[in-house]
């Protein structure tokens, strides 16, 4: 069973960056589709960026040019680089892994003005 544990949330101050990491365990990591999704305080949980097998990258338009996302097979992991963060990215971010529809714990970013 693949188990997903993101890393990497924080405090920043608005205009900062930051970098999460989803590091998968007990499986096969290469095959399928990833994302981030978050979930603000009283929202309900969105999606933000998906990463095919191939490489190929999508991102909500909330995001789009301002978080990049990658996987590196080889180490069984997944980023989100975000720059230029604003408070209303705060949030629980989660990652996602379509084979096995499994998602990880969540760690918490807070972007404060």
């Known amino acids: 069973q693949v188990k997903l544990v993101e890393s990497g949330g924080g405090l920043v101050q608005a205009g900062g960056s930051l970098r999460l990491s989803c590091a998968a365990s007990?499986?096969?990591?290469?095959?399928?589709?990833m994302a981030w999704h978050r979930q603000a305080p009283g929202k309900q949980r969105e999606w933000v960026a998906h990463?095919?097998?191939?490489?190929?990258?999508t991102y909500a338009d909330s995001v789009k040019g301002r978080f990049t996302i990658s996987r590196d097979n080889a180490k069984n992991t997944m980023y989100l680089q975000m720059n230029s963060l604003k408070p209303e990215d705060t949030g629980v971010y989660y990652c996602y892994k379509e084979q096995g529809a499994l998602w990880g714990q969540g760690t918490q970013v807070t972007v404060s003005s």
């Open positions: 990463i095919r097998s191939t490489g190929t990258t």
């Open positions: 007990g499986g096969s990591f290469s095959f399928g589709g």
